[in-house]
Structures are given as C-alpha cells and as structure tokens.
C-alpha cells in the first residue's frame, strides 16, 4: 500500500481532503455534554394523597404502584418514599440498555392496571410519571419590584413552564410554590351554628360550580318554516371570589338564606403552601429545569435560555428574570479549558520534535498528519452517536502524543536511509516503509487491542470507557493508515536529497543538543550491553521492581471520580421534626447572611419546605452560586474550602438547632446528589420500624467514631427523622351508636384538616382547582380537631369528641422501600486524605456486623463506584492478554510477544507511584492512565524488539540484534516519548473548571511514562535477549565471548 500512495501522492492528498471534510461537517453536529450519558432510564412515578401520613401514602397507594411493578421488562431495581406532606413517589431504574420509551409505556400499562386500587382521592389528583432526572439542571427565576410572588407564581405556571416543558431534552419544570387555586376556608364554629356539615360546602360547591352545556336553538330535528339557529349559552362555572361566595348552602324555614360566605372565607390563594423560593434572601418565582434521562445538558440550557429571551417580549411591565444557577456553565468552560489543553499539547508536541528533527520539512509533516487524524477520529465518533465531552476530549489530547509516532517513525527512518544511503527521497522512502510498515501496524494492532476491551465494560464506568477507549482506537487507526498512505506521499515530494553521510553538523543550540544526545547514545549503549551480559542480576532487579508495582498499586485507595470545583455548592438544611416553616425559613435566611458574607459567593438561592432527602416544613435546600473561577484563584477559595467554611460557621452558631450542611456537589450529577457515599440499609427480616431506626443509628455511631475513615460531620441519615404525631383513636361503636358512618368521619377530617379538591374553576383562560379547608385557627390545637362536627344519620351534628380521643406518639414521617424492603437511607464523606472507596470498605464491614438481618446497597454514584471497582482486574488483564494475541498473530510467535509484554509492568509501576506521590486514589482516571500506558510502554518495546527481529534475520545473534536496535530506535523513543510526556503537561498542571480530572488523568500518564521510557530502554534488549534464549537454546554471550559492539563509534 505505501508504495502505491508513494507513486501518486495526489491520490493521498484526496483521501485525506475527504477525512477532514467529514471531521468538519462532524464536529458541526457533535453534542457538547460535561461526560457521556452513564445514567441508566428511570421512570418516577408521583402521587399525592393530601393529608396522609408516611405510613398511610406507603400502605395505600406506593406499595400498591410497586408490587405491580416488578414483572415490567428490564427492571434493575426499585424505590419508594412517602412523607406527611401526603406526596410519595416510585421511582424505577432500569438497566443500561433498556429502551426508555418502551420501558415507560410497560410502566403505563402496569399503572393503569392497578389505578382503580388506589384512593379516589389520589385518582382525582393524578398518578404523574415522569422521565426526568432527580437532580436541577438551572433554576431559572421571575423577579419583579411591584409584583407579589403568587402573581409571579401564576404567570409562570401560565405562561412560561408550558414553554419550557415542551423543549427537547427537558423532563420535568418544577415551580417552587404552586399555581393559584379559589380557597375556601371555613370556619367550623359558623358551620356548625348554621347547623351544616363539610359535606354539604363541598356538595353545594360541586352542584353550583359546574359547567353547562344545553344545547342550541333551532337545532334539527326542527319545525318546518325555522328560521333562526344559535347556540345557548349559560353560566355554569363561577369565576370569583364574590360568585363563590353567594352559593346557596341552605334555606331556613323563616325564609333567610345561608351563603357560602357566611360560614367561610373565600380568596384567591394558592393551591399548596409547602415551599418557597428566595434568590439572596428575597422572595421570587422558581422553576428548577430538570433533563430528561436521554437529554444534552449543553443544548437543553442553551435553548431555556434562549426560550425565556423570546418569552421575555411578553413579560408584564418590571418583570426580569435570570438563571443564577445553571450546571451547563461549568460543562461549558470543562470543553473550552480541555480544548485549549488540546491546543497546548499540539504546540509542546511540535516543539520536541523540532528540537530532535532541527528541519522544518520534516516537522512540518507531522504537523500536516496529526490534525487530519483528529478530525477522522471527530467524523467516526459523530458517526457512532457519541458526544463532545471530557472523556473524548481526554482521548483527543493524549491521543496526540501516539498518532505523531507513526508521523515520526516514518519520517526519522526515511531521513536515516538518506543520510546513510544517499537515496533520494522517493526511493528512500520506499525502503524505509519496507522496514517499519510492520512495526506500524504492530504498533497499531498492540494499542487497538489495548483499548478495544475497554468499550466492553458494563454500567456507568463502562459507558465513560467506551467513548474514550472508542476516540482513541478511531484516531490511532486513521493515524496508521495516514502513516501507510499520505506521509509516505509527503515525504517522497517533500524531503529534500540529502549526501550520503551527511550527518547533520549543527551550530548553536542545535549543535549542543546533537552533541550531548549522541554522547548520551554511546554511554546508553555501553549500559545496554553491561544489562545484556548480566541479564540474570537485571532480571532480578526487573522481579523486584515488577512486584512493587503490583503491591503499591493494590495499596491504592479506591475512588470513582475525583471531587470538582464545580462552581457551586448544594445547601441542606434539616431542623428537628415537628418545626415549623417559620423556623426554616429563618434558618435559610442565616445560610444567606453566612454565604454573602464571604467574597468567593456571588448569588444565594434558596428554598424552604423541600430538599432532595424529603419535603417537610423542617426541611430546606440552598444553592450557593461562587464567583469565576479567576476571581478565586487564592489558595482556600476553591468550593471544597468555601464549603467548610459555610458549614463551620453555621453549625458554629448561625443554626441553634438541626443542622445546615454545605456540600461540593458529586462529579456525575445525574448519579445522584451524594457527593461522597450513600447508601440504604436494609430490614431483610420481619419488618420492624423502631429496629430499623435502632440499627442505623448504631451505624451512624460506629462511622462518627471513627475519625480516621470518616467525616463525622458529614455524616448522617438522609430523610425526615420520626416525630411526635396526634393520634386519633375512634371508637367504633360509639360513632355507630350515635349514628355516625365511618365515612363521614374520614369526609370532616380530611377535609377540614387535609383540604378536599372538589372542582375547577375558570381563572383567565386557564382552569383552576377549587379548594375547601377548615380555616387556620380551627387546626391549631388537639382540642380544636376534637370540636369538629359530624353529621348523624338522623342529621343532627355530633361533636368528634363524643366517639374520639387524641394521643401524642411517636410515628413515621418518611417510610422508604428498597426492592420491596424498608430501608434508610444514609449518606456521608470520607475524611481528609482518605477516599470514597476506603470509606466504603468500612461501611461494608459494619453492617456485616450489625445484629439482625441487615443488608446494604449503595446508592448513585457509590453503587456504580462498587460495580467498576469489580472490573478494574478484569480491564487490566483483558488489556495485557490482548497485546499478547494481537502480537502473537501478527509475528506468527509466542515468545517475541512476551518480550512486549514484559514492559508493562514497568510503566504502571510510574503510574502507582504518581499516584502516591499526589495522594490520588486508583479511580476511573488513574486505570485509563494505565491502561494508556500500558499501550505505549508496548509500543516503545516493539520499535526496539522489531528491528532486533529483523537484524537476526541478517545473521547477528539476539545479543548483537538486540545492542543495534536499541541504538538505532533510542532517538526517535526518546522524541515520541518525551512529546507524549510535554503533552500531558498542560493536563499535569491544570487549573481551573475540570482541573481535578484534568490533574488525575495528567498525573498518571505523566508518571507512568516518565518512569516506564527511562525503565523501558534499559531493559526491553535484555528481554528479547532472555525471550530468544529461552524458547530458542541460543546462549547469551558472555564478556569477551562476543562482540557486541557495532561500529567503531559504539567502540568510544
């Protein structure tokens, strides 16, 4: 093939003009996103029973939904959690391939199944299922100076989360605060003066407020000579507060009337009042934006955006709005940062090989090649669906340093062939192809069959391989085939004749380089040929050095992703059970005053009523927005810093009771919201709740004790935390011996005390729910409940106190299933210098050791950190057995193969000790480093051991084949190796959005083949040596049996 590209170089330069149209036209199309989708489809199903207790919603309605759940197709697991606010939710997930669409119709149909099993209730509000991830993508807000935030929280419902719904990628708009609703508040003291029930409000509102439709005039059939038709309209439906308030309720037998409006009050309200929104302390109208589980978080936020400037045209008059926070901006400056350290690479990398190759010609053609097997790579993952993110992006820039090696290796060799030769370029670069076309594809085969089992692995960890495995094999193989095709072309057209022995007498810098590079040569020679005659004592060095890199990289801590300055910190905020919205809300004004006041803050929002462990009024969320990140480049202001210090302050004094935890949110957002561990703990035994309290609070302990492994402050039991409840005991046979049904007591509490939605009213141009509920004085005290009437069969009203009695007790505020058993859910973070994985390994072991039968199972990211930390052996040895088969079938041997794969444990002895000189963990990062330079520490082994292969063939002995080939692939080893090693350095050195991954990944290339080059050159000669005398009988030359010197010049 090379010959014939070589003979119409046109012919090369069309198929590479195609290769970059294509990457072009590739790139244009590419989504943008922060990693590849790792998030497995989940579907969440949402219920809400007003006025129900945890244990009601979970017995009634949740484990109703999930006990039909479980034959739908492709379910990997299942949860459920129900609070007192009376809301609960199912959520499913599903594994990694299933069909998201498919999946949510199976889950419609399950529903629909068992819908009339639920409370009516619940049928009349709406089982909603949704596709959207848990965690916010932006919070966008209304703001305005003269509008109250329930106006604001109307338009909004009205007019802008239809709008944003509707946009491809978005899953869910969540409105913190609810839409407006006619609010009936009755007063139970006038209703029971005028001597009527709750039954007959909501009767009365359900008869008088309906929509009519009669009919029309003229309709035929019709009288012959008709002469008109029209349609007959009739008010049916009441729109005021004012038309609400004079529906009739009853007449009296003196003729007066009793009103609706007598015995209530009716406003204009809204429909729930279980949150808040506040944007630095000032009340406002939020909408959180949540993806879909199939949606780009770069085009969604781009087009809300782009969404609420068109809706903005028809905003009322003083209302703005802003979206202070928005993920997509660190997801955004994570490409650019990573873009521009592709740029830095190119230029580190052009520059090594300048100084090595000191003529502009020969740099200038693998200037030409690299980019054009960049843009191939772009057009073939455009093509495979993959995406622009930090993982493909990662492969781009240290895939740099191995596609300028073919680029390299050609050129060097065709320049040697002239100077030693005298042949002009086309006919050197002939004979050069016929040398090293076969250590370019063996090169090729050995990194291609490095990364390919990489695309293999399963789960969210499988998904972030594969789209950096699949961007590297993509441009190493259009970099091979560029190497067979379009450099050969260039350097027959380009190089310029040099004479034979020309060698290259340089001045200057250059002239100091040449002369030191070569003096080194020689005394590297002098060195491989002292390893070559004491190959035992080397091979025992080599043993040693092999077995401390296995011991230190099992002595690696685990981790899944190292921590990033994201931008901003997640707040949360938990008073203790039974405290009020008032009280919260006071607590979030603290974590306000505490945030601003520190320089590295720029926005605070935050929300009361709702968190993502559960909604209460004792529960609150915050999101603290930090300043650029190069306004906070001073040591202590990056989020991690400013995170502890929020949090010291407020649990210092700022919080007087519960806690307020300022939090770096987790790497992977759509993994889950734990930024260090989380996990449930489940009863696997006979169900028993205080037991199960009982052993995660042993837990919690045991973790808090112990300092060493644990942040005790982090750690804690995510959800609302059992509190005082009013029990009510009814006695039956007293309810019925006064003649009252169960019915109607269940009517007179759930009304007065839950609400009841009875109907809808139309409210410009949109229909709104009308809802009926005792006023807020009637529910107050136990003693005002029990004052509640109820009415008899025979009419008459009964007081609740004649057949009831109300008791404190302890009771359930959250209850959480897991696979169908009760569970807790607990979260927490590892201690400084220690790792998730660590962490782990200890919250595993003390659950084993909890009495009873207990299980654990993490959650978000922690469950897909245990899934990869199970197959980080199997990526490493599925790597190491594919170099050796690759390069088994390509030398049609088994023992030159093993004398490649030899060196690898010399590179990921570099990497570990990386690792351990920064204080990483053995995460995804550190095992792509690994593998990376487990493919180049091949490479650099079979530039050396191919031309060994090919000088036996001429008749020179291993020692003597070995000793030459060392020498004549030394230079173009140190070039390739020393430009991947500048290449990574802006990643090493990385600051900024994306520095920590930037940093991980840099710091285990860096190192991995800073050492595996320096160990590689040494002692890949004495392993093709030891190799062909093990498998071949042939002795190693002894000192003075052989000489193993070349030429006069190795002589010195």
Not at 304 to 313: G, I, W
Request: hydrophobic share 45%.
């Amino acid at each position: 093939m090379p010959k014939f590209f070589i003979e119409r170089p046109i012919f090369a330069w069309v198929i590479a003009i195609f290769i970059m149209i294509a990457g072009v036209i590739g790139i244009s199309k590419l989504p943008i996103s922060q990693y590849p989708s790792v998030a497995s489809p989940t579907i969440t199903l949402t219920a809400t029973y007003p006025g129900a207790s945890a244990t009601v919603m979970e017995d009634s309605v949740l484990s109703v939904i999930e006990r039909n759940m479980y034959g739908v197709e492709g379910l990997d697991y299942i949860s459920t959690s129900a609070d007192s606010s009376g809301s609960g939710s199912v959520t499913l997930t599903f594994k990694p391939d299933t069909n998201e669409d498919l999946a949510q119709m199976n889950v419609q149909n399950k529903l629909s199944e068992v819908n009339a099993l639920l409370p009516a209730t619940v049928q009349q509000n709406g089982v909603n299922v949704s596709k959207a991830r848990s965690n916010f993508l932006m919070v966008v807000f209304l703001d305005s100076k003269t509008k109250s935030a329930e106006e604001l929280l109307d338009y909004s419902q009205r007019n802008v989360v239809p709008e944003l719904q509707r946009i491809e990628g978005v899953g869910n708009v969540r409105l913190f605060g609810a839409q407006r609703a006619m609010r009936v508040w009755i007063d139970p003291n006038k209703l029971k003066n005028y001597d009527l029930s709750f039954a007959d409000v909501t009767s009365a509102i359900s008869a008088q407020n309906a929509q009519l439709a009669v009919g029309s005039l003229g309709a035929r059939p019709a009288d012959i000579g008709q002469q008109i038709s029209a349609t007959i309209t009739a008010e049916g439906q009441l729109q005021t507060a004012e038309e609400f308030g004079n529906i009739l309720l009853k007449q009296n037998t003196s003729g007066a009337n009793v009103y609706l409006k007598d015995v209530a009050e009716i406003a204009l309200g809204s429909q729930s009042y279980a949150s808040n929104s506040y944007l630095n302390g000032k009340t406002a109208a939020g909408m959180a934006v949540s993806l879909s589980t199939t949606g780009n978080a770069m085009a969604t936020a781009t087009a809300v955006k782009a969404k609420m400037e068109e809706l903005k045209k028809y905003f009322p008059e003083d209302v703005t709005w802003s979206a202070p926070y928005d993920t997509s901006k660190f997801v955004e400056l994570s490409i650019k940062k990573v873009v521009s350290t592709l740029f830095e690479a190119i230029v580190l990398v052009f520059i090594v090989m300048f100084i090595f190759l000191q003529n502009i010609r020969y740099t200038l053609i693998p200037t030409i090649v690299v980019p054009i097997s960049l843009l191939g790579a772009f057009a073939a993952i455009s093509y495979m669906g993959m995406s622009i993110n930090v993982m493909t992006m990662f492969a781009m820039v240290l895939v740099i340093g191995i596609v300028v090696d073919d680029a390299i290796v050609v050129v060097e060799n065709v320049e040697r062939i002239m100077a030693e030769e005298g042949l002009l370029p086309k006919q050197a670069t002939k004979k050069a192809m016929k040398q090293i076309s076969g250590a370019v594809v063996g090169i090729t085969a050995v990194l291609v069959s490095v990364f390919v089992p990489l695309s293999m692995l399963s789960g969210a960890s499988g998904n972030i391989y594969r789209q950096f495995s699949l961007t590297m094999v993509f441009a190493i193989l259009f970099s091979a085939f560029l190497a067979l095709t379009l450099t050969p072309a260039l350097c027959a057209t380009m190089l310029k004749p040099i004479p034979k022995g020309h060698n290259h007498v340089k001045k200057g810098f250059f002239g100091w380089f040449n002369r030191k590079f070569n003096a080194g040569t020689r005394r590297y020679s002098g060195w491989i040929a002292s390893t070559l005659r004491k190959a035992g004592a080397t091979f025992i060095v080599y043993a040693a050095l092999t077995a401390a890199a296995f011991v230190l990289v099992m002595r690696l801590p685990t981790a899944f992703l190292p921590s990033e300055d994201q931008g901003n910190l997640m707040v949360t905020v938990q008073l203790p059970s039974g405290a009020t919205h008032e009280r919260t809300e006071k607590t979030l004004a603290s974590v306000v005053g505490v945030a601003k006041s520190l320089p590295e803050v720029e926005n605070v929002i935050t929300v009361s009523g709702f968190s993502f462990s559960g909604s209460g009024q004792n529960m609150g969320l915050g999101f603290i927005i930090l300043k650029d990140w190069t306004e906070r480049a001073k040591p202590g202001s990056d989020a991690a810093s400013v995170a502890g210090k929020i949090t010291g302050a407020l649990m210092s004094g700022a919080v007087k009771d519960g806690f307020a935890l300022a939090i770096n949110p987790p790497p992977i957002m759509e993994l889950g919201n734990d930024s260090g561990f989380g996990l449930y703990l489940q009863q696997r035994g006979s169900a028993n709740h205080e037991e199960l309290v009982a052993r995660r609070d042993e837990l919690i302990a045991k973790m808090r004790a112990n300092p060493q492994i644990f942040n005790a402050s982090n750690v804690r039991a995510s959800g609302l935390e059992d509190a005082s409840q009013l029990k009510l005991d009814i006695d039956r046979m007293k309810a019925a011996s006064n003649g009252v049904s169960f019915a109607s007591i269940r009517t007179v509490l759930g009304t007065a005390l839950g609400s009841t939605y009875v109907n809808d009213f139309p409210n410009d141009g949109r229909l709104q729910r009308v809802i009926v509920q005792a006023d807020a004085k009637s529910r107050m005290q136990p003693e005002d409940i029990l004052a509640l009437t109820v009415p008899a069969s025979d009419g008459t009203l009964i007081p609740l106190s004649s057949f009831m009695t109300a008791k404190w007790e302890k009771g359930i505020e959250q209850s959480v299933r897991f696979n169908g058993y009760p569970a807790m859910q607990l979260t927490g973070a590892p201690a400084a210098g220690k790792t998730t994985g660590e962490a782990m390994a200890e919250v595993q072991r003390m659950v084993d050791e909890l009495e009873g039968n207990y299980a654990l199972e993490w959650s978000g990211q922690s469950r897909e950190e245990a899934k990869g930390s199970s197959q980080q052996a199997m990526v490493l040895g599925l790597a190491a057995v594919a170099v050796l088969l690759a390069l088994a079938a390509l030398y049609e041997s088994w023992s030159i193969p093993l004398a490649v794969v030899l060196v690898v444990p010399l590179g990921l002895l570099g990497v570990a000790s990386g690792a351990l000189l920064h204080a990483s963990s053995r995460d995804l990062y550190f095992m792509i480093g690994m593998v990376t330079v487990m493919g180049l520490s091949a490479k650099n082994a079979i530039l050396i051991i191919e031309f060994a292969k090919d000088l036996q063939k001429t008749g020179k002995t291993a020692a003597e084949a070995a000793l030459r080939a060392a020498k004549l692939r030394f230079r173009p080893i140190l070039m390739t190796s020393f430009a991947f090693i500048l290449g990574v350095v802006p990643m090493y050195i990385a600051t900024g959005a994306s520095a920590a991954s930037q940093h991980a990944i840099g710091t285990a290339v860096f190192w991995g083949m800073l050492v595996g080059t320096f160990l590689s050159v040494f002692l890949v000669p004495m392993f093709y040596v030891v190799v062909r005398k093990f498998f071949k009988g042939k002795p190693v030359p002894e000192q003075g049996e052989l000489d193993l010197f070349d030429d006069e010049e190795d002589m010195k």
